[in-house]
Nanobody, 123 residues
Framework: QVQLVESGGGSVQAGGSLRLSCVASGGTYSRYYMAWFRQRPGQEREGVAVISNRDGVRTYSESVKGRFTISRDNPKNTLYLQMNDLKPEDTAMYYC????????????????WGQGTQVTVSS
């Protein structure tokens, strides 16, 4: 059983930056594909970025490509999301997620989820 705890959310103005962190415990972190998702009020959860378990392969949604960077530090059991040039439409609850089976940005792939951290971007 993996526990995930996100931090780093907050309120920023458009054009600003935030760095989200997600610390994992209770499992072998290096086994897991790790991803960030976000959910706006009244909308479905959206995959933002995913990173593979060992070789560093990454995939981003079109809406964040070129602005967000996902990374991981396996010895520290930590996942990051560096978010630059933030826009009001990036406002959402951001979740990290883990699964040990398949690489991708579909929420149904993921078995473990954090509680979320809120990001609010004002214009």
């Amino acid at each position: 059983q993996v526990q995930l705890v996100e931090s780093g959310g907050g309120s920023v103005q458009a054009g600003g930056s935030l760095r989200l962190s997600c610390v994992a415990s209770g499992g072998t972190y290096s086994r897991y594909y790790m991803a960030w998702f976000r959910q706006r009020p009244g909308q479905e959860r959206e995959g933002v970025a995913v990173i593979s378990n060992r070789d560093g392969v990454r995939t981003y949604s079109e809406s964040v490509k070129g602005r967000f960077t996902i990374s991981r530090d396996n010895p520290k059991n930590t996942l990051y999301l560096q978010m630059n040039d933030l826009k009001p439409e990036d406002t959402a609850m951001y979740y990290c997620a883990a699964n040990a089976v398949v690489y991708g940005l579909q929420s149904s792939y993921y078995d473990y989820w954090g509680q979320g951290t809120q990001v609010t971007v004002s214009s």
